[in-house]
């Protein structure tokens, strides 16, 4: 058996706008990273709930509200009271520069603006998330 990243791709919030996460989540798919994407309006107790439940390895966040300071503290929150905190958290959306390093301190691993290439995601993806033997 080898090796096989997995990712919950997720839209939380009351952001309607999914076209970008879906063509994110099908670049993941296409290198072979199974992707489990959870819809849109997710919150992000059922986020966690979901990354706990298939054992994923990240999630991705989508958010193009003005929400992600409170989407992503609230599912980081959620992931360290799981005893989760080991899954890696990124995100992307139209997020401003000054919000994107409070995220990084906040423990977000990477978010990627408007423009970033598919392939870019798919990169970081390979080479920051561990995957899991099995």
Do not use: C, N
Request: proline share 4%.
């Amino acid at each position: 058996m080898g090796t096989r990243i997995r990712v919950v791709v997720a839209k939380p919030g009351l952001d309607g706008h999914d076209r970008g996460v879906k063509v994110v989540a099908r670049a993941l798919r296409d290198a072979g990273i199974e992707v489990i994407y959870t819809g849109l309006h997710q919150t992000p107790e059922q986020i966690v709930e979901t990354a706990i439940q298939e054992d994923a390895d990240a999630i991705g966040l989508s958010v193009l509200s003005g929400a992600h300071l409170t989407l992503f503290r609230r599912l980081l929150d959620l992931l360290r009271e799981r005893d989760a905190a080991d899954i890696v958290v990124f995100g992307g959306g139209i997020i401003p520069d000054d919000d994107i390093a409070e995220l990084t301190r906040l423990g977000v691993a990477r978010i990627f603006t408007p423009g970033a290439s598919t392939a870019a995601i798919v990169d970081w993806v390979r080479q920051h998330v561990p995957a899991q033997v099995g």
